[in-house]
């Protein structure tokens, strides 16, 4: 069983478009990570939320902590082609330093 | 500044060969693990280390050893590589304080075994 289940899995869009992926689970987490990953490299930090309800903006891209903290959504307006990648959401839980990993978000932008 | 560095970015063995991935950090991170990727499964923590000295297991450690002499280093070893262990690799160092943990990745080793 998943702990984050994140959806959707593929997602193709034109450049332009806003799109929305969501990042679920029945379990708290104490704080929630996305990252982004770009094919031959490993993850990069996009943002780090750890208040329920906390929203943060990182120019196009949105991210939004729910306010049980079970779950987040990350939103991007007007999508380009450089935002085409991978999208991983990652939690840690109580006080273990362990990330948890969803199976993570294919985005593919098309001019 | 060099962050996380793994070597080497590719390598292919044969079935029963073993072998060392290494890993090191210049960030004076205490917390470092090591994740495995596969095609639709996402990131899966196979071990990791809480500071020199201290390690435990992941989700998927079956194959894999680790050990943590040194804050910078923490290598991993497939004791005898099966073709399961066909993977992608990935290193991580963290930072963490009371509610959040931060995660800085490696470019990871792409690992075939035959």
């Known amino acids: 069983t998943q702990l984050l289940e994140q959806s959707p899995q593929f997602l193709s869009i034109q450049e332009g478009e806003n799109l929305t992926v969501y990042c679920n689970s029945s379990s708290v987490f104490s704080s929630l990570q996305w990252y982004r990953q770009e094919p031959g490299e490993g993850p990069v930090l996009l943002v780090t939320v750890v208040t329920g309800g906390e929203v943060k903006k990182l120019k196009r891209l949105t991210f939004q902590f729910g306010d049980a903290r079970k779950d987040s959504s990350l939103h991007i307006t007007a999508a380009q082609p450089g935002d085409t990648g991978l999208y991983l959401c990652a939690g840690t839980q109580g006080g273990s330093e362990k990330l948890v990993f969803g199976k993570g978000t294919k985005l593919t932008v098309n001019p | 500044n060099a962050g996380v560095t793994q070597t080497p970015k590719f390598q292919v063995l044969k079935t029963g060969q073993s072998m060392t991935l290494q890993c090191a950090q210049d960030m004076n991170h205490e917390y470092m693990s090591w994740y495995r990727q596969d095609p639709g499964m996402g990131l899966r923590l196979i071990h990791y280390?809480?500071?020199?000295?201290?390690?435990d297991q992941g989700e998927v450690p079956n194959g894999y050893n680790v050990s943590r002499s040194t804050t910078e280093d923490f290598p991993l070893r497939l004791l005898s590589a099966a073709p399961s262990q066909t993977s992608v690799y990935f290193c991580?160092?963290?930072?963490?304080?009371?509610?959040?943990?931060?995660?800085?990745f490696g470019q990871g080793t792409r690992l075939t075994v035959v």
């Open positions: 991580a160092s963290s930072y963490s304080n009371l509610m959040n943990t931060e995660a800085f």
């Open positions: 280390s809480v500071g020199a000295g201290i390690t």
